[in-house]
């Protein structure tokens, strides 16, 4: 069974991130507004990003660090821009 990381551009601009174990399921349940909450008050939304795991766990892990991430990182991942990514996480690290 794979299990997915997925980011969702809202219609306001912003970013949502989740984890399911169906991700095309899970996207048309954002778009139909099924889930009370973040997404549902800022429709549409379209998938932006999506990473297959083997486990629930990974899916997980991964969903919590990119939540934490700035939104320039968030898009230097759809991008697929590593550099940025990198340039993102030294800056961050060195105004600690």
Not at 40 to 56: D, H, K, M
Not at 65 to 74: C, L
């Amino acid at each position: 069974m794979a299990f997915w990381v997925y980011m969702l551009r809202c219609a306001d601009s912003t970013y949502y991130t989740g984890h399911t174990d169906d991700l095309e399921r899970r996207i048309g349940e954002h778009m139909s507004g099924l889930f009370a909450g973040y997404t549902s008050r800022r429709l549409p939304v379209r998938l932006a990003f999506s990473q297959e795991f083997s486990t629930r766990e990974e899916a997980l892990r991964a969903e919590l660090q990119i939540k934490k991430w700035s939104r320039t990182k968030k898009e230097a991942l759809i991008q697929s821009d590593w550099g940025r990514i990198s340039t993102s996480a030294k800056k961050r690290f060195k105004s600690n």
